[in-house]
Structure formats: C-alpha cells, structure tokens
C-alpha cells in the first residue's frame, strides 16, 4: 500500500477531476505523543476532535493566519459551537460538504487515540481540516489543514500519515498548562508554540493517519460494470472488456503522481483490448477510458 508521510501539518494538496464525481470512505486515527514530554497537567487531554470536508474555496484556519472565532473558542475552550457554525455556512455556500465530531481523549485510562470511522469523503470536497485544544492550556492545540485526500491525477491516496506539532492560536496570554488567561490584544498569527518554559517547543505531540476503507466510483450512466478490467490486481497483462458498451477509442493511464505513464489511441477497437503494463513499476494507477459515443469512466488498477 502507498503511503504518504506529511511534516508540519499546515498543507494544502493541488488535485484536478476527471469530471466524474466519487467517493471514498476513510477512518482517521490521531495517536498521543505528549506523555514524551514531561509530566502532564492534571486532567490532562485532548478535546473532541472536530472539523470538516471542504474544497479550496474556503481556509477554516491556516499558519500565519488570525484564528477565526471558531477556531479561538476550540483552542481556548474546547468548544466548537461556533466553529460549527462556520462550517454550515461554508455547507450552504457549497464550499464545505459535512462537519465531522470526534472524540476527546483523557488520559485517566488505557487509550492514546482518537479514532474517528468512516468518513465518507466526496472528491467534490476531498480537503480536510480538523483541530482540537491541548487541556489545559490558555489556547494550544493540534491542527491539519486543508489536507487533500486526492493526489494530481484524481486518484484517491490509500494512506496519508502526518506527525503533529502543538499550535498556539494567538487569541489568549499565558506560557503554561493553565487555563482563564487575559486574551491576546490584538490577536497575533497562529504559530507553533514558542513559550521557552514549555516542554512542547518544535516536539511532535503525536501522528494522525488517514486510511482508505473503499471506493466508489459513480458512473453518470450508471453503466461502470460493462466495462471491466481484468485481472485486477494484474502482474501487468491486463485485458479490458467493453461488453455492449460502444468501442473504445482512447486510454490514458496515470500513476499516483498524477502524470500520465501511458496513452492509447483506437480507431477500429475490439470488445476485448490487451495490453502490455509489465514495465511500468509496481503500485496503484489510475485508468481513464473514451469511448466512440462520448462516455468516460475511470478505474483503479493495482500492479503487483
């Protein structure tokens, strides 16, 4: 499986579409690192892990950027009423597509994760941004933004693995695990935490991955199964059979980067076509099919 491993978390992934609309469903699991720094405030932990699926038209929260008020009261509180609200106004706008709420994590038990399941993502909105508040503390937390969970060639990534840091909103004063601070006036930039008498200073505070569970490509004439590709996965000879759909005239193949590895020009194709993939690496890519009547379909295949 290919696996993506992302540094600071403040990321914004370019993607393009091939015009057909699809979803894929992922679970998303924060673990802790913050025992690794020191003894842990009492009542220690993470609030409830929220945020949402958008696109690129709207920024929930960003490095260098004010906090909006939102994003001050997770950090500050741990609340996200406010923050909610922001993202059913980016919904109504079209901009964002659902507002996902995880769990808190305490550190009074077992558990170092904060597991959020199933999420189903549409590659209309294939961004996420989620946040949560370091407790106590006057206003850290953890933060991705803007991740995108499709690659250059409209592929979604199997996995996306990223170690987080702590990030001070830059709403309220203080230096310390402490709560009911005198609020920053005016408010600066959101910025790692930089206190010198924090242990938290440029220390990963824990790893959030992000793992595909499954695709579903929606076909706009509801059509995809008459046109199958096999075997699937292949060791590289694959054969690709249109059914009593019209002739093939066209195939592209794109790797997971994006780019375009093969291309395939017909003019008089048959029902079955053959080809020949053997020299392409091993991995997943990314099959765009034409047809003489206009119609379009893509469709992951996996080289071993």
Known sequence: MKKLILQPIFLLFCFYSFGQTTTATYDIIFTSNWEAHGTLPGSAHFTELVGATHNTSITFLEMGGLATPGIEQVAETGGFSIFESEVNAAINANNADQFIEGPDLFFNGPERTITISDVTVSSDYPLVSLASMLAPSPDWMIA??????????????????????????????????????????????????????????????????????????????????????????????????????????????????????????????????????????????LVRLFTEAGRIETQKIILK
């Open 144 to 285: 991705v933004n803007s991740v995108s969970l499709i690659d250059n060639g409209g592929q979604w990534i199997p996995e996306i693995t990223m170690d987080l840091f702590t990030y001070d909103a830059g709403t309220e004063e203080g230096n310390g695990y402490s709560l009911n601070n005198n609020p920053t006036n005016p408010h600066e930039p959101i910025s790692l935490v930089n206190h010198t008498n924090t242990p938290l200073i440029n220390e990963r505070i824990g790893t959030i991955v992000f793992t595909q569970k499954q695709l579903n490509v929606q076909d706009f004439n509801n059509q995809k199964e008459e046109i199958k590709i096999s075997p699937n996965p292949s060791d590289g000879n694959i054969s690709i059979l249109t059914g009593k759909v019209s002739n093939i005239k066209e195939i592209e193949i794109y790797n997971v980067l994006g780019k375009q590895v093969r291309r395939y020009d017909f003019k008089n194709s048959n029902n079955t076509i053959n080809l020949d993939l053997t020299n392409l690496n091993s991995g997943i890519y």
